[in-house]
């Protein structure tokens, strides 16, 4: 079993619209969750970390369910330049090392 | 200029040749990182680095090897080149100082596509 799991997609949005994906991990032990977009064979940067009360940034919320362990991203008004793979990453340490899944495609239609 | 660069950016090369990436950064961070992305697998870690004189195998270590020249500098090495190594090669850095108190954020160089013929 893959320590960090996603859907691997394509979620196909239309513009405009709401769309949402989640992330399970296997490790209860993970102390930080984060979110990194990754563009067409370029390099990831982080979207956003996820803490434990949730949290948005503009049109990006996450959240984290440490019970089911699970975290989800939710992007609203859903913009053509929001095309890419998210890709879940967790840190089951507390010093530096974190596990990526193989991330989720998401493709914005006009 | 980008903060973390890799060169080359391409480079075909023939089984059992010895290839070396290199990775430089002007971040100014202590920690540096080489991972390699496969198709439909997440990034999988090879060798990360926490000084210059801390050096750590990743998850899947065998058949590379690492030197960390300066704080700045991190390279990763194929001594035998196989086809099974052709992947997207990724040097990334963080921060020991900064961060939120548990993970440091890594920042990415631009990626390395290898190919073993």
């Not at chain 1, 991203?73 to 967790?90: E, F, G, M, N, P």
């Not at chain 2, 100082?97 to 596509?113: A, C, I, K, L």
């Amino acid at each position: 079993r893959k320590e960090v799991e996603q859907d691997p997609g394509p979620f196909n949005v239309p513009e405009g619209a709401t769309v949402a994906f989640n992330c399970t991990y296997s490790n209860s032990a993970s102390q930080s969750f984060f979110w990194y977009r990754q563009d067409c064979r370029k390099e990831p940067k982080l979207l956003m970390s996820v803490y434990s009360s949730g949290n948005e940034d503009g049109r990006f919320t996450a959240q984290l369910n440490r019970a089911s362990q699970y975290i989800s991203l939710l992007i609203r008004d859903s913009k053509l330049s929001d095309s890419a793979t998210y890709l879940c990453v967790v840190s089951p340490w507390s010093w530096g090392k974190l596990q990526f899944g193989a991330g989720t495609q998401v493709v914005v239609t006009p | 200029d980008a903060d973390v660069t890799q060169t080359p950016r391409n480079r075909i090369t023939k089984t059992g040749k010895r290839i070396m990436l290199e990775c430089s950064q002007t971040k100014g961070h202590d920690r540096m990182y080489w991972y390699r992305q496969d198709p439909g697998l997440g990034l999988q870690l090879i060798y990360y680095s926490f000084d210059v004189k801390d050096i750590n195998k990743g998850e899947i270590s065998d058949g590379y090897s690492v030197s960390r020249q300066a704080q700045a500098k991190f390279s990763l090495s194929l001594e035998s080149a196989i086809p099974n190594q052709t992947a997207l090669y990724f040097c990334a850095t963080s921060d020991s100082s900064g961060g939120d108190g548990y993970t440091d954020t890594q920042y990415f160089g631009p990626g390395t596509r290898l190919t073993v013929l």
